[in-house]
């Protein structure tokens, strides 16, 4: 079982940075693909970019690409999404998200992510 616990959300301006961090406290954490989404007020979980159990792969959503960077740390069990240039749009409780273990590839649909952590909120004023 994964436990995941965000951090690094708050307040930025827009044209910003932030990074978020996500620990997991599992032992099954290397053997996962690992996911960042967020969910805006009113609107559904939207998937913002994933990275493959080994860390040679990711995707990311049109509208974060070339902004966002997710990394993971396995030796820490932890995975980051830095954000650059922020736009308002990109307010939202940010979510991040382990897949099944020792399953292969990347998946952009949150029914293939098993455990999910509490949530980060990221605040973008224009």
């Known amino acids: 079982q994964e436990q995941l616990v965000e951090s690094g959300g708050g307040l930025v301006q827009a044209g910003g940075s932030l990074r978020l961090s996500c620990a997991a406290s599992?032992?099954?954490?290397?053997?996962?693909?690992l996911g960042w989404f967020r969910q805006a007020p009113g609107k559904e979980r939207q998937f913002v970019a994933a990275?493959?159990?080994?860390?040679?792969?990711?995707s990311y959503a049109d509208s974060v690409k070339g902004r966002f960077t997710i990394a993971r740390d396995n030796a820490k069990r932890t995975v980051y999404l830095q954000m650059n240039s922020l736009e308002p749009e990109d307010a939202a409780v940010y979510y991040c998200?382990?897949?099944?273990?020792?399953?292969?590839?990347?998946?952009?649909?949150?029914?293939?992510?098993?455990?999910w952590g509490q949530g980060a909120q990221v605040t973008v004023s224009s």
């Open positions: 998200a382990a897949g099944r273990a020792f399953s292969s590839g990347i998946s952009r649909a949150t029914a293939d992510y098993e455990y």
């Open positions: 599992g032992r099954t954490f290397n053997y996962r693909a």
């Open positions: 990275i493959k159990y080994s860390g040679g792969t990711s």
